[in-house]
């Protein structure tokens, strides 16, 4: 798969990444070095600092400060997901053993601490408090969604639920990126807005679309079982759509009640989803994400980075990463 | 136990503590904010906010702004509690259960992370770019001390090990205090450097006698089994001092081979250490930590807040909690 909205950022990325491993101090113990090594280097697409290095060169930012804020961002997303996978058991992710598989789960614990104020450290090195602040709230954010997500009723099938759960656990993070390499880059307010607003809408897309992935997703390449959101009780937007079409389809009923612990009835149940058209509007909803992002970029001068962050965009409903 | 440094900053304690509970959003979860206000509340006695508090009053420093200082450390603390508590297994702290004793491991992590993302968000509402910097280095000094300390050698019988350890785990934050308050407070580089100092040195002693009480304590206050340091693979100064004086004791030379989990062998080893002077020894360590913070403060204007502090550098090495 040859992608080529990276093109530009390449080397900027490399940069992000070397600033990732100065992290790891080279007097930690081994196992914790070859452990942060590991998560720092295995970091799939690096969609999140491509977006802030992508943004701030169009907007013609500091370089050096855009670098600091990608690994800031990367980092934090590390540590969310180090800590995500020893709270959901997981033992594999994207088809590598978790650190929650190997190490116990106190070591799993604290080297999420560790990436959370490393990543803080960066970010403060940045030099510029706003972007501090807007570290500080953004992790509130994904913090508060996974309580949320913790403490809330299994099952419930409320599109309003979904939407705030997918704008802290993913969104956020997106807007995070754009909206701070907008602020180390330009002072105009409506421009940093737009590109809040730009990270906004590609986050929304990107989870709906992984969402849409769970049920539709090779198997392998998920690397977790069909529907296995539903399985632990979250209703995401196909589920979503579905329900709406299907208001008196029996095993629909039961998913609020705890119908989403019965094997049987979800696998039923993802069957007929993914057989109905609920799946196309879910890609519909999240495409309508992607359309607004590109008609926020439209009014922006024609640039490697304009066209870069279209192509971006576009690819979010296109993808199978 | 009437303790008099408290009383000159005994209403700006309240006002941390208020302060503490508006980062509890009402729209929680009624368990989580449940727990969130027990966790808030039950705190102890507040010391380190009591030391940014005295530092920035006697400074002549921005109320607002040391209260907000205030209760980021004090959260800050708090969280590494939950996770420590978490790591430890432990079941008790100060004789009541904690979160890891009613919780999944799931909930608990999150809730020490919910509180390390509000304790940044307090920090950042100090608008003081300095303060989150600091902030985040001593969050990543904590982090890294707990990881090293699960990572090292148990058993390991050197003296500088311990000093980093306690560093990390206890001083660090109380400098932390310490020196941002009298960031907020002064531009007097010689000033921030002697109250970094003066919190350097209360830190030190204020672990060593923890660390004391973990052989001499009354049980039932400590919560826990008499020398359960040692037993844990803890070794700390009494035990260092023990060793130094009695280097051909069989239990001593055993101890970095794995004695530690030998329970008879450690109650042995307790007993002997008690009777021994090492307690007088490591008392008399901490008294030289507080002797020093209280020469710091002597060329300081006479004023309540500097009888405050003086009077808390030498509770430390006279008190029970």
Same mark, same amino acid.
């Given at each position: 798969?040859?992608?080529?909205?990276?093109?530009?950022?390449?080397?900027?990325?490399?940069?992000?990444? !070397?600033?990732?491993?100065?992290?790891?101090?080279?007097?930690?113990?081994?196992?914790?070095?070859?452990?942060?090594?590991?998560?720092?280097s295995a970091g799939g697409k690096r969609i999140r600092p491509t977006l802030g290095l992508l943004v701030g060169h169009m907007l013609g930012g500091n370089h050096e400060k855009l670098v600091i804020l990608g690994g800031a961002v990367e980092m934090l997303h590390t540590a969310t997901l180090v800590h995500d996978d020893l709270i959901d058991g997981a033992l594999l992710r994207r088809g590598t053993p978790t650190l929650n598989a190997r190490w116990s789960p106190a070591a799993t614990v604290l080297t999420?601490?560790?990436?959370?104020?490393?990543?803080?450290?960066? !970010?403060?090195?940045?030099?510029?408090?706003?972007?501090?602040?807007?570290?500080?709230?953004? @992790?509130? &954010?994904?913090?508060?969604?996974?309580?949320?997500?913790?403490?809330?009723?299994?099952?419930?099938? =409320?599109?309003?639920?979904?939407?705030?759960?997918?704008?802290?656990?993913?969104?956020?993070?997106?807007?995070?990126?754009?909206?701070?390499?907008?602020?180390?880059s330009t002072e105009d307010e409506s421009i940093r807005a737009a590109?809040?607003?730009?990270?906004?809408?590609?986050?929304?897309?990107?989870?709906?679309?992984?969402? &849409?992935?769970?049920?539709?997703?090779?198997?392998?390449?998920?690397?977790?079982?069909?529907?296995?959101?539903?399985?632990?009780?979250?209703?995401? @937007?196909?589920?979503?759509?579905?329900?709406?079409?299907?208001?008196?389809?029996?095993?629909?009923?039961?998913?609020?009640?705890?119908?989403?612990?019965? =094997?049987?009835?979800? !696998?039923?149940l993802v069957g007929r989803i993914r057989a109905s058209d609920a799946i196309q509007q879910a890609m519909a909803e999240a495409q309508a994400h992607v359309e607004r992002a590109l008609q926020i970029?439209?009014?922006f001068h024609p640039s490697t980075e304009r066209d870069a962050l279209d192509e971006l965009a576009r690819y979010i409903v296109d993808r199978s990463f």
């Amino acid at each position: 798969m040859t992608t080529t909205f990276f093109t530009p950022v390449q080397s900027g990325i490399k940069e992000v990444e !070397a600033l990732m491993r100065t992290q790891v101090d080279a007097n930690q113990h081994p196992d914790l070095k070859a452990a942060l090594d590991h998560l720092m280097s295995a970091g799939g697409k690096r969609i999140r600092p491509t977006l802030g290095l992508l943004v701030g060169h169009m907007l013609g930012g500091n370089h050096e400060k855009l670098v600091i804020l990608g690994g800031a961002v990367e980092m934090l997303h590390t540590a969310t997901l180090v800590h995500d996978d020893l709270i959901d058991g997981a033992l594999l992710r994207r088809g590598t053993p978790t650190l929650n598989a190997r190490w116990s789960p106190a070591a799993t614990v604290l080297t999420g601490d560790f990436l959370f104020a490393r990543a803080a450290k960066l !970010a403060a090195e940045a030099d510029y408090l706003p972007l501090m602040k807007l570290f500080a709230e953004t @992790l509130a &954010i994904i913090v508060g969604g996974e309580l949320t997500q913790m403490f809330a009723a299994h099952g419930s099938l =409320n599109r309003e639920n979904y939407y705030q759960r997918i704008f802290a656990k993913t969104a956020s993070l997106f807007e995070m990126s754009t909206l701070a390499a907008a602020m180390i880059s330009t002072e105009d307010e409506s421009i940093r807005a737009a590109l809040k607003a730009y990270g906004h809408e590609t986050g929304m897309a990107f989870q709906i679309v992984d969402d &849409i992935l769970d049920y539709t997703g090779d198997q392998g390449a998920v690397g977790k079982p069909l529907g296995s959101d539903l399985l632990n009780g979250l209703v995401t @937007l196909p589920a979503i759509y579905y329900a709406e079409g299907h208001p008196d389809d029996p095993d629909v009923r039961a998913i609020p009640e705890g119908g989403w612990t019965d =094997n049987e009835r979800v !696998a039923r149940l993802v069957g007929r989803i993914r057989a109905s058209d609920a799946i196309q509007q879910a890609m519909a909803e999240a495409q309508a994400h992607v359309e607004r992002a590109l008609q926020i970029l439209e009014p922006f001068h024609p640039s490697t980075e304009r066209d870069a962050l279209d192509e971006l965009a576009r690819y979010i409903v296109d993808r199978s990463f």
